[in-house]
């Protein structure tokens, strides 16, 4: 039995999603994408092809709030910013696109703190 490759299998989820899931000028996508070590976010227009919002680990504001805190905390941060973010470029509403990971610890803590900043989606 071949050695299935995990990459491999969470991009054809991605791309099942996808199907449904696309984001437009008036609700926009969430896309969530999270490495070993960090958690990225992106509210994504579809239509034009164009990140509208992003917020990650990586990002020197957030960079300060995450010291010493666990990946999940982390996620929660990452959320919050984007929502913040989000809501003063006046966008509402989203639709969330789970990236092929499972809904549940950082990809739902991210999502939980996303609506908690005022995201509806």
Known sequence: MPEIDRRVARLRRHRRVRKRVVGTPERPRLNVF??????????????RG??????????PEVETQIQGLTKTEQARVVGKVLAERALSQSIKTV????????YHGRVRALANA???GGLEF
């Open 34 to 47: 999270r490495s070993l070590h960090h958690i990225y976010a992106q509210v994504i227009d579809d239509n």
């Open 50 to 59: 164009h990140t509208l919002v992003s917020a990650s680990t990586v990002d």
């Open 95 to 102: 639709v969330f696109d789970r990236g092929g990971y499972k």
């Open 114 to 116: 996303a609506r908690e």
